[in-house]
DNA sequence: GCGACAG
DNA sequence: ATCTTGTCGC
């Protein structure tokens, strides 16, 4: 898989908040897509001990869940971690990642938000918008905005909001547990992306897109310290 | 100025 | 993220 758009990642803190809301205008908050067959999961995980960032990328058949290809890889770190510019950091070992799936998803669950962000252009919509492929945003914490909590049943959703804008859902993935924030990466409804993650969801807090491949990020980590 | 702040 | 300590619910 290819990037259908590419751009510099040696950015400084403006440059990258400019870009963001220029490639914001592109992204597409409604369903935009035909059968989804392969749903991609992604995982960053962070190296102390030898600086460096591990990305993997899972395929799962979508009714099934089973997998069906995965791949690790290692990159330099080029990015500081900084609130609101978390896809500087991640997307360019998530992007030599993608370049070695030979199986193309129709969707991407990404572990950070969506459009629910403060210039609307979280990880999820970065990688749908470089890509132009269906992402949702499926964070274990808020980024910004304000929502009551939603009820305790599995399913149950409650807003998430901020300067007048829903830009996500807080979604009781499991009952009596904590629920996770779900918004539009790109090419896809929030309506439609919490109905993908609670079939993702079925006896775990988040996604089995999100395990496998936090999974894999784990298992590389360990066996590299 | 102070607190908040995806991973 | 990752680690540690303390609290609460079942």
Same mark, same amino acid.
């Given at each position: 898989m290819e990037p259908r758009l590419n751009h510099s990642w040696i950015l400084t803190e403006t440059e990258a908040i400019l870009l963001q809301q220029k490639l914001s205008?592109?992204?597409?908050?409604?369903d935009l897509f035909a059968e989804i067959r392969y749903i991609a999961g992604v995982d960053v995980a962070y190296?102390?001990? $030898?600086d460096l960032l591990i990305a993997a990328v899972v395929i799962l058949e979508a009714n099934s869940l089973n997998i069906v290809e995965s791949v690790v890889v290692e990159d330099s770190v080029q990015f500081p971690y900084i609130p609101g510019l978390f896809s500087f950091r991640e997307l360019p070992p998530l992007v030599k990642a993608f370049k070695q799936i030979k199986t193309a998803p129709q969707l991407v669950v990404c572990d950070g938000q969506g459009i629910a962000h403060p210039r609307r252009f979280g990880l999820a919509s970065h990688l749908g918008v470089l890509f132009d492929i269906p992402t949702i945003g499926c964070g274990k914490t808020r980024l910004l905005g304000e929502y009551d909590e939603p009820n305790l049943t599995r399913g149950s959703i409650s807003p998430l909001q901020d300067q007048g804008d829903i830009i996500g859902n807080v979604l $009781?993935?499991?009952?009596n547990v904590k629920p996770i924030f779900v918004s539009t990466g790109? $090419?896809?409804s929030l309506d439609t992306a919490c109905e993908w993650v609670l079939h993702l969801s079925p006896d775990y807090r988040l996604p089995e897109t999100t395990r496998q491949s936090d999974q894999l990020v784990k298992k590389a980590l360990a066996s590299i310290e």
């Open positions: 205008l592109k992204v597409i908050k409604e190296s102390e001990q $030898r $009781r993935t499991q009952n790109h $090419r896809i």
